[in-house]
């Protein structure tokens, strides 16, 4: 299968950018502007063949937002690769889920600075 072209890959990101969900917003609004304790964050970042939900470069942290979609059998099959593959070129990787974002964003966010400092 081919890989997209990356002028493709910047188009899906600048939509999922648009039509973020809820979760996304809310950890967004915590992140963005380096709030999160100095870091920068971008948000919807084409590596690859994927878009990232948000990504610190500095620390090589990727923090993805899973919904009820990610649940299932198949959608966890491609985490563990696309996680992988981002842990073999350096990354580590934060898996949240929407519930605890909406729900908690304190802890979220502990949770991002847990893993930004460790």
Same mark, same amino acid.
């Given at each position: 299968?081919?890989?997209?072209?990356?002028?493709?890959?910047?188009?899906?990101?600048?939509?999922?950018?648009?039509?973020?969900?809820?979760?996304? @917003?809310?950890?967004?609004?915590?992140?963005?502007?380096?709030?999160?304790? =100095? !870091? $920068?964050?971008? /948000?919807?970042?084409?590596?690859?063949?994927?878009?990232?939900?948000?990504?610190?470069?500095?620390?090589?942290?990727?923090?993805?937002?899973?919904?009820?979609?990610?649940?299932?059998?198949?959608?966890? @099959?491609?985490?563990?690769?696309?996680?992988?593959?981002?842990?073999?070129? =350096? !990354? $580590?990787?934060? /898996?949240?889920?929407?519930?605890?974002?909406?729900?908690?964003?304190?802890?979220?966010?502990?949770?991002?600075?847990?893993?930004?400092?460790?």
């Amino acid at each position: 299968m081919a890989q997209p072209r990356k002028d493709v890959m910047l188009a899906r990101a600048r939509q999922q950018r648009r039509n973020n969900v809820n979760a996304e @917003a809310i950890i967004w609004r915590a992140l963005r502007a380096r709030r999160c304790d =100095g !870091f $920068k964050f971008r /948000r919807q970042v084409p590596i690859e063949t994927f878009i990232l939900d948000f990504v610190c470069f500095a620390s090589r942290l990727v923090l993805e937002i899973d919904g009820p979609s990610h649940e299932d059998e198949q959608q966890a @099959a491609k985490h563990a690769l696309r996680d992988a593959w981002l842990e073999a070129q =350096g !990354f $580590k990787v934060l /898996r949240l889920s929407n519930d605890l974002v909406i729900g908690a964003p304190d802890i979220a966010v502990k949770r991002v600075l847990y893993f930004l400092k460790g």
